[in-house]
């Protein structure tokens, strides 16, 4: 069984940038697709970002793109999302998540889940 802890949250300015990380034990990660995901109060939780076990292939919600970055070192067994240029509409609770594989990034796809950690912007 997939691990996933994630670490990386926190208070940021808007504007500002987190890097955000999801470390796995207990499986390696190369051949999961991993995905990031957020939740906000009274909102259902999204699809922010997801890639492939390859890395050959990513998405992103167009509320983040050109912002946002999903990578991955296989080596490390970590998957990483950094987040530039936060807005006063990113703060949620983020999480990373596993899968065999995903079509639509959606949380349905994903079996495995991190324990999430929020992610506040505020001057």
């Known amino acids: 069984q997939v691990q996933l802890v994630e670490s990386g949250g926190g208070l940021v300015q808007p504007g500002g940038s987190l890097r955000r990380s999801c470390a796995a034990s207990?499986?390696?990660?190369?051949?999961?697709?991993i995905g990031w995901f957020r939740q906000a109060p009274g909102k259902e939780r999204e699809g922010v970002s997801c890639?492939?076990?390859?890395?050959?292939?990513?998405y992103y919600a167009d509320s983040v793109k050109g912002r946002f970055t999903i990578s991955r070192d296989n080596a490390k067994n970590t998957v990483y999302l950094q987040m530039n240029s936060l807005k006063p509409e990113d703060p949620a609770v983020y999480y990373c998540?596993?899968?065999?594989?995903?079509?639509?990034?959606?949380?349905?796809?994903?079996?495995?889940w991190g324990q999430g950690t929020r992610v506040t912007v505020s001057s």
């Open positions: 207990g499986s390696t990660l190369d051949y999961y697709a």
């Open positions: 890639i492939s076990s390859s890395a050959g292939s990513t």
């Open positions: 998540a596993t899968a065999w594989g995903y079509y639509y990034c959606l949380p349905y796809e994903f079996d495995y």
